[in-house]
């Protein structure tokens, strides 16, 4: 059975700082990986899609990368900003079945 | 593009009766959709996936029962929640995919609140 964790479970860091947020994974055969947003009480927004056979993708400030044979991603975070505060969801897709880590909660302070 | 919707956005009941969550992709039609329930502070888990006409798969320890499932058509999917109670109290979310394998666009989520 696929397990998702994602580490650290919360941070708080000041503006403008790099931070990167951790996610693992137990089963290598994945399908793609995918990064979300979660604001309180919202749905999710996509931040990133890598697929498998990916390494990483970038988008703006926020690259995700992917290393399938140590079952881990990790998103880096540039330039953080008091508006990216919220909770991240990684989510390792499994053919139809997205299994998703328990979230890192961000607080960037002004 | 595949943007997924959600009704209603929030949702009080009375302990004892049911509600209603209607899930529909607006601009593309869905052959699966799924339903998520998320508790406080806690990730998403998923209940059932729904295939359009046939009968909704739950994950083990869902209550088919209690939590009715209508896929009756692609753009459209329904939970029903049987005799709520407050332990049902909770964030679900569904979301719906074209290919079934590998995507999934999310709805906006409802909250439930049984009193």
């Known amino acids: 059975k696929q397990e998702v964790t994602q580490i650290p479970a919360a941070l708080s860091v000041p503006e403008g700082e790099n931070l990167v947020l951790n996610c693992s994974f137990t089963d290598s055969a994945i399908y793609n990986l995918q990064w979300f947003r979660q604001d309180p009480g919202k749905g999710l927004t996509s931040l990133l899609l890598i697929q498998s056979s990916q390494r990483e993708q970038t988008s703006g400030r926020l690259n995700a990368s992917l290393d399938k044979s140590s079952g881990r991603s990790t998103l880096y975070i540039a330039a953080s900003q008091p508006g990216d505060s919220a909770t991240y969801l990684c989510a390792v897709i499994m053919g139809q079945n997205f299994v998703f880590g328990p979230g890192t909660r961000l607080s960037v302070l002004p | 593009g595949a943007v997924v919707s959600q009704h209603p956005s929030w949702v009080i009941c009375k302990s004892g009766t049911s509600v209603k969550i209607e899930c529909r992709s607006l601009?593309?039609?869905?052959?699966?959709m799924f339903w998520y329930r998320q508790f406080p502070k806690q990730s998403l888990m998923l209940m059932a996936t729904s295939n359009e006409g046939s009968k909704a798969t739950y994950e083990q320890g869902v209550e088919k029962d209690k939590f009715l499932i209508n896929h009756a058509s692609l753009t459209l999917s329904t939970l029903t929640v049987t005799s709520a109670h407050p332990e049902d109290s909770s964030f679900y979310i569904c979301?719906?995919?074209?290919?079934?394998?590998?995507?999934?666009?999310f709805g906006p989520g409802t909250r439930l609140t049984v009193t």
């Open positions: 601009d593309f039609q869905a052959t699966t």
């Open positions: 979301s719906a995919s074209r290919s079934g394998v590998g995507e999934q666009y």
